[in-house]
């Protein structure tokens, strides 16, 4: 998958993600990709130090390391966004899990704020979470990208 490739699949699960209400997490990934990606780089430290205060004389090159930030490229943003899903769609088998635990088949969670009727969790919907998780393997493996 090239640059361009990567930049139109993260638009357009950007998109799919707005419209089934998981805005959350694709704001979470805007912010990262935002702050970029921290690097190290060497510049010659005479640029940034004041000569009077620090009391060295020009011409005299310090080369020393800096940390910075550079942008993620399209495929990177992308892998970043398909590791925030891989990370959402484990939340449901922790809940499959905690069932097991608990040996009950569902649990309701009961909301006091007027107009919720609260939150199932079952057991019998580790099927769709899997195929999801199949559909996300696949995603990736297109993607030419791979699993944090």
């Known amino acids: 998958m090239d640059e361009e490739e990567a930049k139109t699949a993260y638009g357009g699960i950007t ?3 707005r419209k089934v209400g998981l805005d959350w997490v694709v704001e979470q990934v805007k912010e ?7 690097v190290i780089t060497k510049a010659d430290a005479s640029e940034f130090i004041d000569d009077q205060v620090a009391g060295q004389r020009r011409g005299r090159r310090q080369m020393q390391d800096f940390v ?5 490229s399209n495929i990177e943003r992308l892998n970043l966004l398909l590791d925030a899903i891989d990370r ?3 939340l449901p088998q922790f809940a499959i899990d905690a069932l097991k635990i608990l040996e009950a ?11 919720d009727d609260g939150h199932s969790l079952n057991s019998d919907s580790g ?7 199949r559909r996300l393997r696949e995603l990736r493996q297109q993607a ?3 699993a944090a």
């Open 105 to 115: 088949k569902s649990v309701t969670f009961v909301s006091e704020r007027e107009g």
């Open 32 to 38: 990262s990709n935002y702050l970029g990606k921290t």
């Open 68 to 72: 910075t930030t550079q942008p993620f």
């Open 15 to 17: 998109d799919l993600l």
């Open 127 to 133: 099927e769709q979470q899997e195929a999801g998780r």
């Open 144 to 146: 030419g990208v791979t």
């Open 88 to 90: 959402v769609m484990a």
